[in-house]
């Protein structure tokens, strides 16, 4: 708003040092004085315009919007929580356990600066016989910090 003053303050100036060059000048009052005075006129209207305009802001900005911003986070995340299942199913895989990346949970937290920090796992697999093999496997692999939970 006090930009808007300035513009029309800026205005009234050029508007009454015109009126008053003409008044105090009026046998040098032709056209170049009412030329300049226009021109004047013209760069105080586009200079406040321009102001006018660099305060609002008329497009949509990514990082201004919280919604948008959570959803792209959000998005991250679990984007990394299925590269993580496909890794765990390849290292499952690798050590002769089929275990479909479908079967592998991954519980999750997000910070509000987009941190993400996985809480726990829980493995499906198919044989009881692999509990105890997938459980070492994945304790070695994950540490003791995330819990792990294989079932059948």
């Given at each position: 708003m006090r930009e808007l003053y300035a513009?029309?303050?800026s205005v009234c100036v050029v508007l009454i040092g015109t009126e008053m060059i003409v008044r105090l000048f009026p046998e040098k009052s032709g056209s170049l004085?009412?030329?300049?005075a226009a021109l004047m006129l013209l760069v105080?209207?586009?200079n406040g315009i321009l102001k006018l305009q660099?305060?609002?802001s008329l497009d949509f900005d990514l990082t201004e919007t919280g919604e948008v911003e959570s959803t792209i986070t959000q998005s991250c995340a679990e984007k990394g929580t299925a590269i993580l299942k496909e890794r765990l199913s390849?290292?499952?895989k690798s050590a002769g356990m089929d275990v479909p990346a479908a079967?592998?949970?991954i519980w999750y937290t997000q910070d509000d600066d987009g941190v993400v920090t996985v809480e726990r796992v829980r493995v499906r697999v198919r044989f009881a016989?692999?509990?105890d093999r997938a459980d070492a496997l994945l304790r070695s692999v994950l540490t003791?910090?995330?819990p792990v939970d294989v079932y059948v």
């Open positions: 513009l029309v303050f004085i009412h030329a300049l105080v209207l586009v660099s305060g609002v390849a290292l499952l079967n592998i949970d016989t692999d509990i003791e910090a995330i």
